[in-house]
Every structure is written in structure tokens, then in C-alpha cells.
Nanobody, 122 residues
Framework: QVQVAESGGGLVQAGESLRLSCAVS????????MSWFRQAPGKDREFVAC????????VYADSVKGRFTNSRDIAKNIMYLQMNNLEPDDTADYYC???????????????WGQGTQVTVSS
């Protein structure tokens, strides 16, 4: 049974930083893609970032480019999202997803975490 667990959310002020973590266990694929999505209150879930198995390829939403950095520790099956210069518009529940193949579309992922809340005050 695949388990996906996010951590690291919290309440910060605009301009501050947070680092989210996502741990995956029980996945049977030898290699897999991992991604971050987020959902703000009253809005649809949106893509944030994804990273290839090796970590060599990362893709970001335009809204977070230059501020967020996605990385992963292959040995530990953990993905990190370093979020710098946070803005009130970054306030959302952040979800981690993992699957054999995937990109920026949430329907491509079968394995999801429960989410971690990020609140950025102005």
C-alpha cells in the first residue's frame, strides 16, 4: 500500500520561507515522478512543481518560478519544496503526488498525500 505524507506547513508572514517535505513509502515502481499541487480556499487544485526520478528535471508553475525550489532525496524517497519570499497568494493546502509517470496534470497521479496547510499573512 502506497503512503504519501506531507509535512512542514505553517503560518508565516509575507517574505518569509518554509520548506515542505513529502515522504513516499510502499510504492512498487523502481522510478517515479513526484509533484506538488496546491488548492486555495474556493479555488481549483493547481500545479506547483514536479521533479523527475533523478532530480535532473524540474518543472515549475510560472507563479512560483524563482521563489520555489523542488528537490528530492532518492535514497530516502523524500521530496522537498523550499519556498522563499512567500506571498499571501501562496496560501493554500499543499499536496504531494507520486506515480510512474506524470507531469503538471493532477489526473495523472494515483497516489496522494493528505496535504499540509500553508498560510501567508500580509
Amino acid at each position: 500500500q502506497v503512503q504519501v505524507a506531507e509535512s512542514g506547513g505553517g503560518l508565516v508572514q509575507a517574505g518569509e520561507s518554509l520548506r515542505l517535505s513529502c515522504a513516499v513509502s510502499g510504492i512498487t515502481y523502481r522510478t517515479f515522478v513526484m509533484s506538488w499541487f496546491r488548492q486555495a480556499p474556493g479555488k481549483d487544485r493547481e500545479f506547483v512543481a514536479c521533479i523527475s526520478w533523478s532530480g535532473g528535471v524540474t518543472v515549475y508553475a510560472d507563479s512560483v518560478k524563482g521563489r520555489f525550489t523542488n528537490s528530492r532525496d532518492i535514497a530516502k524517497n523524500i521530496m522537498y519544496l523550499q519556498m522563499n519570499n512567500l506571498e499571501p497568494d501562496d496560501t493554500a493546502d499543499y499536496y504531494c503526488a507520486a506515480d510512474l509517470d506524470g507531469s503538471m496534470y493532477d489526473h495523472e497521479y494515483d497516489n496522494w498525500g493528505q496535504g499540509t496547510q500553508v498560510t501567508v499573512s500580509s
